[in-house]
C-alpha cells in the first residue's frame, strides 16, 4: 500500500514542466515531421515500393494525414523522448507502482472492468439511436473488432501505467490522497482535452515552421467554451476520477487497464457501426465520450465497479 509522504519535495511542479516540454517540443517538431511525411509521399510515388502492399499502405495513411496529425505524432514523440530524463529528475522507484499480483484476481478485476464500461456505454448508443441522434453507417461493420480491441487493449495498458501508477505514485509519495487524487484526476482530463476543433485544419500549403504554434492557440481557445467545456471536459475529469478511484479502491491495475480498455472498446466500435446525426449539447455530442449523458454514464460505471470490485489488502 502507498502512503502519502506530504514531506518530500513536490512533484506536481516537476510534472507541470514535463507537460509543457512535450507540448511546446511537440508545436516545434510538428512542421519539421510534415515536410519529412511530404518528402516521403513524393518519395514513394515515384518509387517501385509505392506499388507493394506495405507501400499502398503507408501511402494512403501519409495521403490522408492533415497537419494535426503530424502535430498529435510530434507530441507523442516528445513526450516518449522527455519520460527518460523525466524519470530520473523525479528518483523513480519501485515503491511508486502498485503490485501486478495476484494474477487471478487480477484478471478477474480486469474482466469486471471491460464488461462494466463496454456495456454500459454500448447500451447508451442503442438509447442515442433509438433517440435518432445516431444512424447506421451504410455498410456498418459488426465483426470488425481487430481495431477497436487493439485501441483498447494499447490505451488500457499505456495510459493506466502512465498516468495511474508512475503519476499517481509520484503525487502520493508528495502529497495528502485526496490532493493526489484531483491533481492526477485533472493533468489526465487537461492531457486529452488538448487538442484542436473537430473539423479544424491547416491546409498543407500553408504550413510554416509555427503551425505548430496556430495548433496550441486552436487548443486554447477550446477552454473559452463553456458549453464543450460542459460537454466534454467534465466527462474527461469523470473518467479520469472514476478510474483513480478504482486504482485507490483495489490498489491495483488491473480494474482500471479493463474499465479504460471498454470505455475505448465501446467508443471505437459504436463509432465504426453509426454515423452522427445530430447532437442535443449539452448532452448528446458528436460521440459517446461527449456530453453529460456519457459523463452520468461513466459515474453510474465507477459506482458499480467499486462495488462489484475487492478492496485492496483483502
Known amino acids: 500500500m502507498q502512503a502519502a509522504m506530504p514531506n518530500h519535495t513536490s512533484a ?67 513526450a516518449i523522448l522527455f519520460i527518460w530524463p523525466f524519470l530520473s529528475w523525479v528518483k523513480l522507484d519501485r515503491s511508486l507502482l502498485p503490485s501486478w499480483r495476484p494474477l487471478r484476481s487480477g484478471l478477474r478485476q480486469w474482466i ?29 461493420g459488426w465483426l470488425k473488432f481487430g ?70 492557440g486552436q487548443i486554447a481557445l477550446g477552454f473559452g467554451s463553456v458549453q464543450f467545456l460542459l460537454a466534454e471536459f467534465a466527462t474527461l475529469f469523470a473518467v479520469g476520477w472514476v478510474l483513480t478511484q478504482v486504482r485507490m479502491h483495489t490498489g491495483a491495475l488491473w480494474a482500471g487497464i479493463g474499465l479504460h480498455g471498454g470505455w475505448v472498446f465501446g467508443l471505437k ?3 465504426g457501426l453509426t454515423l452522427h446525426q445530430t447532437g442535443w449539447l449539452p448532452w448528446i455530442g458528436q460521440n459517446l465520450k461527449i456530453g453529460l449523458a456519457p459523463l452520468l454514464t461513466v459515474l453510474l460505471t465507477g459506482w458499480l465497479a467499486t462495488r462489484l470490485l475487492s478492496k485492496k489488502d483483502k
Not at 462494466?116 to 444512424?135: D, H, K, M, T, V
Not at 503525487?171 to 488538448?194: C, K, N, Y
Request: proline fraction near 5%; include cysteine; glycine fraction near 8%.
Open 147 to 216: 481495431e477497436p480491441i487493439t485501441a483498447a487493449l494499447g490505451a488500457g495498458i499505456v495510459e493506466e501505467f502512465f498516468f495511474r501508477a508512475l503519476l499517481l505514485g509520484l503525487l502520493l509519495r508528495t502529497m495528502t490522497a485526496r490532493s493526489a487524487v484531483f491533481w492526477a484526476t485533472f493533468i489526465f482530463a487537461i492531457v486529452h482535452f488538448l487538442k484542436p476543433p473537430d473539423g479544424w485544419q491547416i491546409p498543407d500549403d500553408q504550413v510554416i515552421w509555427s503551425s505548430g504554434f496556430a495548433v496550441l
Open 269 to 271: 466500435y459504436f463509432s
Open 112 to 140: 469486471i472492468g471491460f464488461a462494466l464500461a463496454a456495456g454500459l456505454l454500448l447500451l447508451l448508443g442503442l438509447l442515442f439511436y433509438q433517440a435518432g441522434a445516431y444512424r447506421l453507417r451504410p455498410h456498418p
Open 12 to 78: 506536481l511542479p516537476k510534472l507541470v514542466l514535463y507537460l509543457l516540454a512535450v507540448m511546446l517540443g511537440g508545436a516545434l517538431l510538428s512542421a519539421p515531421l510534415f515536410e519529412l511525411g511530404q518528402a516521403v509521399l513524393v518519395w514513394l510515388k515515384s518509387s517501385s515500393i509505392g506499388e507493394s502492399g506495405l507501400g499502398k499502405w503507408l501511402l494512403s495513411e501519409i495521403q490522408k494525414a492533415h497537419f494535426t496529425r503530424y502535430f498529435n505524432r510530434a507530441v507523442l514523440i516528445c
